[in-house]
């Protein structure tokens, strides 16, 4: 029977690159999303409920990428590259609308009723756009590549982030305006927002004009073999019910790490910039041009996370056992977040951003190389990994609704939270040894 062949670096690097564009996208929304609201006039203890949303978005989109895909097939379109460019066309148009809810005249209220839908199609185009990437390495890889095709992902999307994050600090550099009036965002995240959907949609170009899909036929027969593998000579379609079984037990012991890790970060997006601008340039006023300047300098600092993200990314497969891999890069990650509210200095506050990115950088390879082995052989891997996207979105929504009351019973310091999301990440390291990582038991 024949079995998915190995792939060539530039293969494995087309089938994920444009993802380098989607995490632009990306970045630029997780940066700059709290910066937007606060500047149209949110308190402190509302922004974490602006961030319900992009999850919530997710939490339905992705599941239905993955059920409605794995049914898909359109000749040369193959079936997850058709919502990829459904997804990312979408984006292109939101990207250009969001950045300006407050320069329409409208009202405080009005101008945030228009972020918030906004942002949900920002969020549900770009997570249409981001689900194929994961899909098309379930399907075209085979289990001994799959690691490091993660790891290209993974780079790829480090990468995507470092040049979304330090758009704002760079168009302000070359003298777009970081100010704005009242209520207004300023012009630097707008032309941020504007060249980043530019560079999204030709990257997706450049992946659907390079990376064709397995026909289905050959997708059934690289599952028979991989299905007749694990359960001996005889030929199978799909998988044993013993291999299901242990695919979600691998399923939902790595979601309950997920748990504590997206909610982690949750809390860095959504407090970072309060933080900062709080403890480095002591303004808690969004319309000061030090709150702004803030703004610019949190995207340095996320990039300088994605930069530790790329180069720990190099070093996770060199692991021999992935868990402690796993385990070390949050627990590291941890002490990162724990370091932030005690450091005064701009500057000194690369060490621990730098360390925050060998946890992402694991959370972005480590879960998906694990489930998707456990799922190799189904002929519903784009449906699982749509669901499993759930693991991702639940932890977000589940932090976001409680972080005002959480900031209020932390004396309504930002900072505290960036405490909180450092034990987070530690316990999150503690369930990694939990996960039963053997493809059959």
Known sequence: MKTKPDLKFNQLWNISFGFFGVQIAYALQSANISRIFATLGADPHNLSYFWILPPLMGMVVQPLVGYFSDKTWLGRWGRR????????????????????????GLTIAGAMIFGLIALMFLDTSIN?????????????????????AYSIQSFLCNAGSLVGYIFPFLFTAIGIANVAPEGVVPDSVKWSFYVGAAILILCVIYTISH???????????????????????????EMSPAQKKHAYKVFFEVGLVQF??????????????????????NTTDTASEGYQTAGNWVGILFAVQAIGSVLW???????????????LSLVIGGIGFAMVPYIHNQYMLFV?????G????????????????????????????????????????????????LLAAMGSVQGNMLLLAGILLVVGAVCVFIIEDKKHK
């Open 211 to 237: 990376v064709k899909e397995y026909t289905p036929a050959e997708m059934a027969e690289f599952n028979a073999a991989a299905n007749a593998e694990g359960q001996g000579e005889q030929a199978a379609t």
């Open 81 to 104: 590259i058709p919502y990829l460019l459904i997804g990312a066309a979408a984006a292109v148009i939101v990207m250009c609308l969001l950045p300006n809810a407050g320069s329409f």
């Open 358 to 405: 060998f946890a992402w950088a694991a959370m972005l390879a480590m879960p998906f190389t694990m489930v998707t082995n456990a799922f190799e052989g189904s002929s519903r891997m784009g449906t699982a990994l749509g669901l499993f996207n759930c693991t991702i979105c639940i932890p977000q929504i589940v932090a976001a609704a409680l972080g005002g009351v």
């Open 352 to 356: 621990p951003y730098f360390l925050i």
């Open 260 to 281: 504590f890790c997206w909610a982690a970060f949750m809390y860095m997006w959504t407090y970072t910039n309060g933080t900062i601008a709080d403890t480095v340039w």
């Open 128 to 148: 249409m756009a981001m689900q194929p990437f994961k899909m098309m390495v379930g399907d075209m890889v085979n289990e001994k590549q799959k690691a490091k």
């Open 313 to 327: 990314a190099v070093v996770l497969p060199q692991f021999k056992n992935i868990k402690v891999a796993y385990a």
